[in-house]
């Protein structure tokens, strides 16, 4: 019960930061992407507040073999840039940057998007059961 307790509030934290930081507005997210053009350095705000804390959290992560619920932590993965970790990595942000939104904001966005994020939603899962057998066949 702790760990489902634990993870709600942790998801409606993350989720309460999209919100609030612009994260499930795709016209913001694109203005950010576009450096090009109109660019919007607000999101940077958001990186940093997410970047920082996480520093600090994986050196602590790193020195400790279960969480604060108990359940084994995973071995860190191996550092290394490859062609797969690449790719995949375009793919994301071809994605993110067609429809200005990823994963996270777009589950924020469920309750108050309506058809376009359901859709989106729908396509994402999809897309991630299809490589979860496919990734398990390689």
Do not use: E, H, Y
Not at 36 to 53: I, K, N, Q, S, Y
């Amino acid at each position: 019960m702790t760990r489902f307790l634990l993870a709600a509030m942790a998801g409606g934290l993350f989720g309460a930061g999209l919100v609030i930081s612009g994260m499930t507005d795709p016209a913001k997210v694109r203005g950010w992407l576009d450096i090009f053009g109109d660019w919007d350095p607000t999101l940077a705000f958001v990186l940093g507040g997410a970047v920082m804390p996480m520093i600090l959290v994986w050196r602590v992560a790193a020195r400790r073999k279960v969480s604060v619920t108990g359940v084994p932590l995973p071995q860190m993965p191996p550092q290394r840039l490859d062609g797969r970790l690449l790719t995949g990595a375009a793919l994301f942000g071809l994605g993110w940057g067609l429809s200005g939104l990823c994963p996270g904001p777009a589950m924020a966005s469920l309750s108050f998007g309506g058809a376009p994020i359901w859709t989106f939603f729908a396509a994402m899962a999809t897309g991630m059961a299809l490589f979860g057998l496919w990734n398990r066949r390689a």
